[in-house]
C-alpha cells in the first residue's frame, strides 16, 4: 500500500548540477502535482499535470521542468541547479472525477544546492 | 485564478481553549476546501474537506471547519486544545477550472501552552 513514493529522500547538489526528482503512485490517480515547501511560505505548486499528456505551470516554474511520463509518474527536472532551489519537495496525486477529492502527498525530498 | 489566504502565521493559545485558525479563499468556481495538518519533520495528513454536502465539516481530532460562502471564508476551530495539536496548519483550495490546480495557504503555525 506504498501511496505516493518519492525519490530520493535527501540530495545535496552543487550549484550548476542538474538532477530529476521521481514521483509515482500507485492509485491510479489522474492529476499529479510538484511543491516546494520553503519556511514561512507554506507549499507553492511548481508545476501540475490535470491528466496524463497534459502539464501546466504553477505558481513557481521558473528553473524547473516536468515530465508526466504515463498516468503513475511524474518527475521534476532541475536542469542547473541554484540555492534559492534548496527546499523541500512535495509530490502529490489526487483523483478529480470525484468533485472534493483531496490529494495524497509523498512524504518529501529534502534538496540541499551548495 | 483561486487563491487563500490565512490570515495569522502564528496562533498561541493555552491546553484546553479553543482554537481558531482563519483561513479566506477567492475561486471563480465552486471550490473543494481543505485543512491539512504537518507536524514536526513530519509529512501531511487531511484533517477535513468540504463536500458541499454540509457546510459544517467535521475532521479528525476534534477539528471542524464551517464553509462560509458569502464570506469566503472556511476557518478551522476546535473546542478545546490539546498539546498533540502543536503543528502547522494549511487551508488549501481548489477548483474545476483550470485543471484543477490545487493551491496552499501560506499556513499558521499553533502553539499550545501547557
Known amino acids: 500500500n506504498a501511496g505516493v513514493t518519492q525519490t530520493p529522500k535527501f540530495q545535496v547538489l552543487k550549484t550548476g548540477q542538474s538532477m530529476t526528482l521521481q514521483c509515482a503512485q500507485d492509485m491510479n490517480h489522474n492529476s499529479m502535482y510538484w511543491y516546494r515547501q520553503d519556511p514561512g511560505m507554506g507549499l507553492r505548486l511548481i508545476y501540475y499535470s490535470a491528466s496524463e499528456g497534459t502539464t501546466d505551470k504553477g505558481e513557481v516554474p521558473n528553473g524547473y521542468n516536468v515530465s508526466r511520463l504515463n498516468k503513475r509518474e511524474f518527475s521534476l527536472r532541475l536542469e542547473s541547479a541554484a540555492p534559492s532551489q534548496t527546499s523541500v519537495y512535495f509530490c502529490?496525486?489526487?483523483?478529480?472525477?470525484?468533485?472534493?477529492?483531496?490529494?495524497?502527498f509523498g512524504q518529501g525530498t529534502r534538496l540541499t544546492v551548495v | 485564478a483561486q487563491s487563500v489566504t490565512q490570515l495569522d502565521s502564528h496562533v498561541s493559545v493555552s491546553e484546553g481553549t479553543p482554537v481558531l485558525l482563519r483561513c479566506n479563499y477567492s475561486s471563480s468556481y465552486s471550490p473543494s476546501l481543505f485543512w491539512y495538518v504537518q507536524h514536526p519533520n513530519k509529512g501531511l495528513q487531511l484533517l477535513l474537506k468540504?463536500?458541499?454536502?454540509?457546510?459544517l465539516v467535521k475532521g479528525i481530532n476534534g477539528f471542524e471547519a464551517e464553509f462560509k460562502k458569502s464570506e469566503t471564508s472556511f476557518h478551522l476551530t476546535k473546542p478545546s486544545a490539546h498539546m498533540s495539536d502543536a503543528a502547522e496548519y494549511f487551508c488549501?483550495?481548489?477548483?474545476?477550472?483550470?485543471?484543477?490546480?490545487?493551491?496552499f495557504g501560506a499556513g499558521t503555525r499553533l502553539f499550545v501552552k501547557a
Open positions: 468540504y463536500t458541499s454536502a454540509a457546510t
Open positions: 488549501v483550495v481548489s477548483d474545476q477550472g483550470g485543471g484543477f490546480k490545487t493551491i
Open positions: 502529490a496525486s489526487r483523483e478529480i472525477t470525484g468533485w472534493s477529492t483531496e490529494a495524497f
